[in-house]
């Protein structure tokens, strides 16, 4: 019953008796007549929702597919359908329908309904002018329906929901279900449903292709074999890396015949050794990367700049490998070339990109109403208050709306995760049992790591030391079980973290004494690429950018990427000192420069063109 | 693709924004003219049943009316219905001697479909509307000849439900008012209930339909729910009889806690 029906009812139940006492038979009648009408409805409001519920067949393709479980890209658009149907029946009229999208997925294409009015009122003709403003004080409102819901206003055998969507980042996509909403054509009723339709989707992060990377570096004459790679130590290649005198042992081919006859004594031709490469990278998925909306976090900036880097080195013929790291563990992957490899690292990172559920649950008001929402949304019928009252006590007549809530949601959460009642009555007089609750509840829900899950402030204060011991470690390992020419690719958020810097530049030294070639790689929350410091910092260059930038998110920009710049330059000098090269990367450009700094590694050289870095 | 299916695919596009561009005045003008018809038709209904036999001046009537239409118009129903029965309950006569059948029946016909009315005038309107604009062809969306011709039906239809469903309601409780004992003679109702039994009759008889009536809907109802629902009133129920034990149990827990 709907809360204006609950009033009009009383208002009939008070008219009845008042006109039964007073002897005031229209009263009487037209009340009596209220609340046989309003218990007709209900009657046949039960009867049809009763019978349809049972027969409805539900069934969703995603592009085209309606598997229970995919995979998916990030960034791509989905084409979605959802079919309804009654079995032996039609659909009644006032029922309305809506697939429940997961936070992880951006509907697009929205539609809005034209408004014929307003073009009239800016019409020069008078007439027309005076019709449409009057018109518009009896428009007709459409209503404006969401793409992924229907509403039914007459009997139809099927109806079919299609929407538009793209998803925001790699991770998983849970597609629950549909949400029923079933009225009466006066509105006197209301029931509320969620039929289960499940279906759950492993979602790879998104890469770009970036075929162009080498021309930033100069071209050899001699090209090695597919995958093979030139390195500036002795070994067996085709580079001439130095003469050297002749000493015993050295084959007789390499006996550099006229020098020899030049210097008067024998001189040995001395090649670079060519050996294939491998990559690994190291990917920081620490709580402050996975803080903010699914496409907005670090993590997503890292996994598609990782996707990318494999994907070039993959396509080098190269192996590839990834430790994946967060506070729960390091996960290794091994590294491995061609086309399984890829898909192996991007399911990896794929899964790495899930968010967990963090560590502490603050209870906080936001929390308990976001927690209310989603469970009204998945869990309607666990929230009717016939079924789960909003009082403990009877008579509570200053129960507030926050009580209730929360009562009610100790009773869902109790009934979802299998509680016993003494933990249910513990949450409700607890705050702190409940928010562990509800902070378990909405992770599962797919909610990103946001204000009412986590608050970034706890976050910087927990976790901040950690990463870098963690990454540390994982570099550590990562040289202990290299071979001869690798390259270790950081991609981990450092800025701001240059006062604790010193065991991981420990680390970096170790790596490159055993020369293999380090590469750091920053997230920018931006994802633009900061301004140097000359331009950042130059007043002249500051000033030209301000005019330039015309909006306030423009400006904001602006001044997020000089900060940037800023908190970047400690660590950039720290590294440059120990020749690792260091990039902010968030934007596909940016990554084509990472690349390149990789494949100017793979090279051998230490510098691009033979100036220094 | 040829040239001349590019120039006959642009120009199916092109056609219908033309055409509706051009209609946009003249639906709204459709728009405005229904929707003041359905507004004088309801005015004169209103002013028929609550205020054409009260003695106040012409002025004070009509803004009684367009007070009464606002409400309409805005779907306040809780705020109208309190209004009829208020204003019904202050003119009508207490004496059953004076009470006029037809009459009666007239007004809560009349009211009840103003109620239903109000509570579905917004669709009522748009209905109206758009069959209106359909009949004259010059409705938004291009639909076909068969699709309005459902949605006419369908409004015919779904109006005469009401209608029946209405008139059904009105009769019903006058069979069920007028057969009442302290209806028709009152004062020998009392006199023989308390001569005969010492009980008001027929107490202990509504007393068993009411009774049996609650059994009936709570097992209706317990047979709805899911079984997510059952489990969970089950819950609720065991923790509402417990809750005062639970409750210091609890506490004294959270306490112990606190202090370790």
Not at chain 1, 56 to 67: A, H, K, P, V, Y
Not at chain 1, 254 to 279: C, F, G, H, N
């Amino acid at each position: 019953m709907t809360s204006w029906s609950r009033q009009l009812a009383l208002i009939g139940l008070i008219g009845l008796i008042v006109g039964v006492t007073l002897g005031q038979m229209s009263v009487a009648i037209l009340c009596l007549a209220w609340l046989l009408w309003m218990l007709w409805e209900w009657v046949q409001f039960s009867i049809c929702s009763e019978r349809e519920l049972g027969r409805f067949q539900l069934e969703r393709w995603i592009n085209g597919r309606s598997d229970a479980t995919g995979v998916l890209w990030a960034g791509r658009t989905l084409d979605i359908r959802v079919r309804i149907c009654c079995k032996s029946n039609r659909v009644f009229p006032d029922r309305i329908f809506r697939d429940v999208v997961p936070e992880n997925l951006e509907i697009i294409s929205s539609t809005i309904p034209s408004s014929s009015t307003d073009s009239a009122i800016n019409s020069s003709s008078w007439l027309r002018k005076q019709i449409g403003r009057w018109a518009s004080v009896f428009k007709i409102v459409d209503e404006i329906c969401p793409n992924n819901q229907i509403a039914i206003r007459t009997p139809q055998h099927e109806v079919e929901i299609n929407y538009t969507a793209r998803v925001r980042a790699a991770g998983e996509v849970v597609f629950p279900g549909i949400r029923m909403e079933f009225h009466d054509p006066r509105k006197f009723f209301r029931l509320d449903r969620f039929v289960s339709l499940r279906q759950t989707f492993r979602v790879l992060p998104s890469f770009t292709e970036s075929a162009d990377a080498s021309p930033l570096l100069k071209r050899r004459n001699a090209i090695p074999r597919h995958g093979i790679h030139r390195q500036q130590r002795p070994g067996i290649g085709f580079e001439l890396l130095e003469l050297r005198e002749y000493v015993d042992g050295d084959p007789p081919k390499t006996i550099a015949w006229k020098a020899s006859a030049r210097r008067d004594k024998l001189m040995t031709r001395q090649y670079e050794s060519e050996v294939p490469i491998r990559v690994q990278l190291i990917i920081d998925g620490t709580a402050s990367t996975r803080m903010g909306g699914f496409g907005r976090r670090l993590i997503d900036q890292m996994t598609h700049v990782g996707a990318s880097i494999a994907h070039s080195v993959i396509s080098a013929g190269d192996a590839i490998g990834c430790y994946l790291i967060d506070e729960a563990a390091t996960k290794r992957t091994i590294a491995a070339s061609g086309t399984i490899g890829f898909y192996s690292q991007l399911r990896a990172m794929g899964a790495f990109s899930v968010n967990r559920s963090p560590g502490t649950a603050r209870f906080s008001l936001r929390m308990l109403e976001t927690a209310y929402a989603v469970c009204s949304e998945r869990y309607p019928e666990l929230l009717d208050p016939q079924v789960n009252p909003f009082s403990l006590v009877p008579f509570a007549l200053f129960s507030t709306q926050r009580g209730r809530q929360r009562i009610q949601l100790a009773a869902v959460m109790a009934e979802l995760y299998n509680l016993s009642i003494t933990t249910q009555v513990e949450m409700v007089l607890d705050e702190n049992e409940l928010a562990k609750y509800l902070l378990k509840f909405l992770c599962e829900s797919g909610m990103p790591w946001m204000a009412p899950i986590v608050s970034i402030s706890d976050v910087a204060i927990q976790y901040s030391p950690v990463r870098v011991r963690l990454l540390t470690q994982a570099l550590t390992a990562a040289i202990s079980h290299a071979h001869d020419n690798e390259v270790f690719v950081l991609v981990a958020d450092l800025l701001g973290d240059t006062a604790s810097m010193d065991e991981l530049l420990s680390a970096i030294r170790i790596a490159k004494s055993k020369h293999h070639r380090v590469a750091v790689i920053c997230p920018s929350p931006t994802l633009h690429r900061p301004k140097s410091r000359s331009s950042s910092v130059s007043a002249n260059t500051v000033s030209a950018n301000t005019v330039s930038a015309k909006t306030v998110a423009e400006l904001r920009l602006l001044a997020e990427g000089i900060r940037l710049g800023e908190l970047a330059l400690p660590l950039k000098r720290s590294l440059t000192k120990l020749g690792v090269p260091m990039s902010i990367a968030g934007e596909p450009k940016a990554t084509g420069l990472v690349l390149s700094e990789i494949a100017m590694a793979k090279s051998g050289r230490l510098t691009a063109q033979g100036s220094g870095r | 693709m040829s040239e001349t299916s590019k120039r006959s695919e642009s120009g199916s596009s092109e056609q219908p924004t033309a055409v509706v561009s051009s209609m946009g005045p003249m639906r709204n003008t459709i728009v405005l003219g229904c929707s003041l018809m359905l507004m004088l038709g309801m005015g004169c209904a209103i002013d028929f049943v609550y205020v054409g036999s009260a003695p106040i001046p012409g002025i004070i009537r009509i803004a009684i009316v367009f007070l009464l239409l606002w409400l309409v118009n805005h779907s306040n129903i809780v705020l109208l219905f309190g209004l009829m029965v208020t204003s019904l309950i202050l003119r009508e006569p207490t004496r059953l001697e004076s009470f006029d059948l037809s009459v009666s029946v007239i007004t809560v016909l009349v009211s009840l479909g103003l109620l239903y009315w109000m509570v579905r005038y917004q669709s009522i309107r748009k209905t109206v509307c758009e069959v209106a604009c359909d009949l004259c062809n010059v409705n938004r969306q291009s639909q076909s000849n068969r699709e309005s011709t459902n949605k006419i039906k369908f409004a015919i239809q779904n109006g005469i439900e009401v209608g029946l469903k209405l008139i059904c309601v009105v009769l019903l409780a006058i069979a069920i008012l007028f057969n009442q004992p302290w209806t028709t003679n009152t004062n020998a109702w009392l006199q023989w209930s308390l001569t005969n039994k010492q009980v008001l009759w027929p107490g202990p008889l509504l007393i068993v339909i009411v009774i049996g009536l609650i059994v009936v809907v709570n097992e209706f109802g317990w047979r709805r729910k899911t079984a997510g629902q059952k489990k969970l009133t089950l819950r609720c129920n065991a923790v509402r009889i417990l809750y005062p034990d639970m409750q210091r149990i609890v506490r004294h827990r959270i306490k112990r806690r606190g202090v370790t």
